[in-house]
């Protein structure tokens, strides 16, 4: 698993430098509405129920204000809207940068 070397907002984006060299680039929205928290994504019980996440799924001109590094596998970001609870492991932030 590859950790985050660097991490800074530049303009309307957060950018990662991984400890391998390799350059992430997120969207303020695109990274709030990728938020893994149980308010945003939802929970599923054992029999495969979901519960809450029926939020929006857009959130323009939300920002992110600020980070924290988790443990040694995650980042929670702070977003201007409030939420700050979803915690982003490294290898989902690898994931979403990775080209469709």
Known sequence: MHAPANI????????IV???GV???FE??????????????G???IFGNRYGGDGPKKFPGVRVTGWQI????AVRFEFSDGH???L???DYLRKLAAPP
């Open 8 to 15: 800074q907002l530049i303009g309307q984006e957060v950018a």
């Open 43 to 45: 929970e599923r019980d």
């Open 84 to 86: 700050g609870s979803g």
């Open 18 to 20: 991984w400890d391998d």
């Open 23 to 25: 350059e992430s680039y």
């Open 28 to 41: 303020f929205e695109k990274l709030r509405a990728a938020s893994p928290s149980a308010e945003t994504a």
């Open 70 to 73: 988790v443990g040694n596998y």
């Open 88 to 90: 982003y492991a490294y």
